[in-house]
């Protein structure tokens, strides 16, 4: 099977070219940061290229230019999503007959059916379970050492809420209200889905006349899903922060960030580290990672909470959706409802070492029988029908 | 004969009295509704019956002025509470061992749990199915009645339920903190986002609007209070939209005595007497609309009993009591929301047989587990445990 993947900025794209290749396919990589605009040449080069007797293109997430190259070339593409939202899914190229979409977020999937695309399918991410098993065996004093800790967070604190905050200082008084009732909300009531929340006319008019927004450019999104996105944004900010006030008061707390901290946090921050070679140790050696989804991603299981139990740690995770799709509340996955629980949940299970270990024990083993990226690729080799 | 006398304050028909009578119990009837009397009135009203021996009072909700009366005179104040959330209940009163607290709705009844009361039980409403199926038996149908979509309800547009609207004056950032509660509350059931109102805007709303409450209220007595006010404000623009709607596209009968000139084209037949017309109606109307109030988190509305035990099909919003107790599309029917009502109405209008066997299913589990004697039999259960 001769595959060409397209790799632009995505986690474990490494693991999915392994593992392409490991299943038989004779895979070449393209980078060419052109296909993101993309420029009428990047697209001819890329045609250019497909014209080797290429069976599928791969790539995580989804790109127009690589969209019309595969059309025009009668090659499948197959885009798998590892974000959301995605915005190059609002373009028009989706309708193109040669794309396979494999959505690793629910709702996302539904969206796409909604607009009747051909073929849609819902797939979660995969995890190099095999190599990651590799890496946390012959862990060396020093790297334990320097990695152990009771609580461990990896990932970015969101500070940058500029864009709310901004917006929110041109608004009225009532409008201000209105956001900070709609941000409170989806604080503590996590189960209310975005479209769930009314923004009301008046509020609506009032963003339309004195906001400017951004999207990306050449793509029309509806205000209303990019302001959810704004507000998505913002929560998440919150709530990392808050969650970073709870976990303090923990003797061993690590958090590996580029964010910036408070002065007084900033002892607790191991600044980041490298997401092949490190941070499969750092969950390894953590008793409990702490994995809040980020806001934007309504139903969909991150990649994070993947990699943490193919580490073999143990994660103490928000209660996203699609999780109890495959995973046991309290038997293979430990989840809270939101922020206000976290502290009871973190005393519990550092507490109950022997259930922890029973949870992420058997959380691994069905990570490695469902999301193993083999499996995840032979299910897009099925699906394309090659 | 048990030894045992109650007296009853007014309920909606006798199937309360008749029930305890079946019992064994001596049943003495107040002809007013306990929880409409005032303070002196009550203690008079005990103390007469404390005189001739009765043992236990009985009201629907919870007057707390009963509560002291039965509490100093040493009688047991049996309350079934078929309002969520109930204000009273946040009064020092209910928290007498003398009384027995039967809420309906599950999520109130661990609410109250919670704030330490010993004495409060869970137990869904019943209605008085013996009534319903002697009135239908003997009249199967009255022409007047029969509709192909009915709606018995109150708007709360009247002067008692829309108090939100005669706030005159909230600074415009609470104005706007609310109403985004209130526009969100409305596609939201199960959560009750009143709880998400923060410390500083509680403080913020105590201060610009006043709620009277008297003496003896404890802590959460306010914040029970505004949720039922804002629920009350939902339910009026849900219902005002529903009306509005259904009126348009169907021949939608209205049983209310609220005003309906917000839209000039709905005529509503006025209001509903529970026992003389209400079977007849749910019996002869092909669909019946419930639409629960926001403050019900997961109790079964009474509305919804009455529907199913007079043979009414039955159209409701989504409770998760009514899903544990009743099986959807084969008792009753589910709508998710305005579009999808429609669509069920639309359904469920062009298939006659499929409708009866649902309205027909709903009616026997009503009949067999919602029933008021079965549930009397139940508290009696727990009073003499």
Same mark, same amino acid.
């Given at each position: ?20 290749? #490991? ?15 993309? @420029? ?52 028009? @190229? ?18 796409? !059916? ?15 379970? #095999? ?145 092949? @070679? ?96 083999? @499996?995840?690729? !032979? ?8 | ?27 003495? *009837? ?62 020092? +009163? ?42 239908? +038996? ?53 959560? &009750?986002?009143?709880?998400?109102? %923060? ?24 914040? +029970? ?22 009126? &348009? ?73 009514? $899903?544990?107790?009743?099986? *959807? ?9 305005? %579009? ?18 649902? $309205? ?26």
């Amino acid at each position: 099977m001769h595959i060409l993947m397209y790799n632009w900025r995505a986690f474990s794209n490494d693991y999915l070219l392994n593992n392409l290749r #490991e299943l038989g396919g004779n895979v070449d990589v393209w980078s060419d940061p052109d296909i993101l605009e993309p @420029t009428e040449r990047a697209i001819e080069k890329l045609k250019t290229k497909l014209k080797n007797n290429y069976d599928l293109v791969v790539s995580f997430n989804y790109f127009r230019g690589v969209a019309t190259a595969c059309e025009q070339t009668n090659i499948p593409y197959a885009a798998w999503t590892q974000d959301a939202p995605l915005w190059s899914l609002y373009d028009d @190229t989706i309708r193109s007959k040669n794309n396979y979409f494999f959505c690793f977020d629910s709702e996302q999937y539904k969206h796409l !059916k909604e607009k009747n695309i051909k073929n849609v399918f819902y797939l979660p991410l995969g995890v190099d379970v #095999e190599r990651l098993e590799k890496k946390t065996v012959n862990i060396t004093a020093d790297k334990r050492s320097k990695y152990v800790a009771d609580i461990s967070f990896v990932g970015s604190l969101y500070k940058d809420t500029a864009m709310f905050d901004d917006i929110v200082a041109k608004l009225s008084e009532y409008s201000k209200g209105y956001l900070y009732a709609i941000c409170n909300m989806q604080l503590k009531v996590p189960e209310i889905r975005f479209s769930e929340i009314e923004i009301s006319k008046e509020v609506m008019r009032e963003l339309q006349r004195k906001v400017s927004f951004e999207g990306e450019g050449y793509i029309e999104v509806k205000l209303k899903k990019l302001f959810e996105n704004i507000v998505d944004r913002k929560v998440t900010a919150i709530e990392r922060n808050m969650m970073v006030e709870i976990c303090r008061k923990y003797q061993n707390f690590k958090i590996y960030t580029n964010s910036s901290l408070d002065e007084a946090l900033n002892k607790y921050n191991q600044g980041i580290v490298d997401y092949y @070679t490190d941070m499969p140790l750092v969950f390894n050696q953590s008793k409990i990672n702490i994995n809040l989804s980020a806001r934007p991603i309504h139903y969909g299981i991150p990649l994070r909470v993947l990699d943490i139990i193919a580490s073999n740690g143990f994660v103490l995770t928000n209660a996203q959706p699609d999780l109890f799709l495959y995973f046991e509340e309290g038997k293979s996955i430990a989840t809270f409802q939101c922020i206000e629980e976290l502290e009871d949940k973190i005393d519990y299970y550092m507490d109950h070492e022997t259930e922890r270990i029973n949870i992420r024990n058997e959380g691994k083993a069905i990570v490695k029988s469902i999301f193993d990226y083999k @499996t995840q690729i !032979k299910t897009i080799f099925e699906c394309v029908g090659i | 004969m048990n030894n045992k006398k109650i007296l009853l304050g007014k309920c909606y028909t006798d199937g309360i009295s008749n029930a305890f009578k079946e019992l064994g119990y001596t049943v003495n *009837n107040a002809d007013k509704e306990i929880t409409r009397i005032n303070d002196e009135e009550t203690w008079k009203l005990v103390e007469k019956y404390k005189i001739e021996g009765v043992d236990y009072v009985f009201s629907l909700n919870f007057s707390k002025d009963m509560a002291k009366a039965c509490n100093a005179n040493k009688i047991i104040y049996i309350s079934w509470v078929w309002d969520s959330p109930h204000v009273n209940l946040w009064s020092e +009163a209910a928290r007498y061992e003398t009384n027995f607290i039967f809420l309906f709705d599950y999520a109130q009844y661990q609410i109250h749990k919670n704030r330490g009361l010993n004495n409060v039980y869970y137990l869904p409403i019943g209605v008085d199915c013996g009534l319903f199926k002697q009135m239908i +038996a003997d009249k199967p149908s009255v022409k007047r009645y029969e509709a192909d979509i009915s709606f018995v309800g109150n708007l709360y547009n009247d002067d008692e339920h829309s108090l939100w609207d005669k706030v005159n004056y909230l600074p415009q950032y609470l104005k706007g903190y609310i109403d985004a509660i209130i526009y969100t509350q409305k596609n939201v059931w199960g959560s &009750n986002l009143i709880s998400t109102i %923060g410390y500083g805007e509680w403080q913020l709303l105590k201060k610009y609007v006043n709620l009277e409450f008297g003496d003896g209220y404890e802590d959460g007595a306010y914040e +029970a209070a505004m949720s039922n006010i804002i629920s009350q404000k939902i339910a009026q623009l849900e219902r005002m939209d529903l009306c509005s709607i259904l009126n &348009n596209k169907y021949d939608f009968s209205l049983y209310t005595d609220c005003d309906t000139s917000f839209d000039e084209r709905i005529k509503t037949r006025g209001h509903a007497d529970y026992v003389k017309e209400m079977p007849y109606i749910f019996n002869g109307s092909k669909i019946n609309i419930n639409i629960t109030l926001k403050s019900i988190l997961t109790g079964i509305p009474l509305r919804a009993l009455d529907i199913m035990s007079c043979g009414g099909f039955l159209l409701t919003n989504y409770q998760i009591e009514i $899903a544990e107790y009743f099986e *959807n599309e084969k008792d009753m029917v589910f709508y998710e929301d305005m %579009g999808d009502m429609c669509e069920k109405i639309d359904y469920y209008l062009e298939h006659d047989e499929e409708r009866k066997r649902i $309205a027909f299913a709903g009616c026997e589990k009503t009949r067999k587990f919602f029933s008021i004697s079965r549930q009397i039999s139940l508290i009696n259960d727990i009073i003499n445990t």
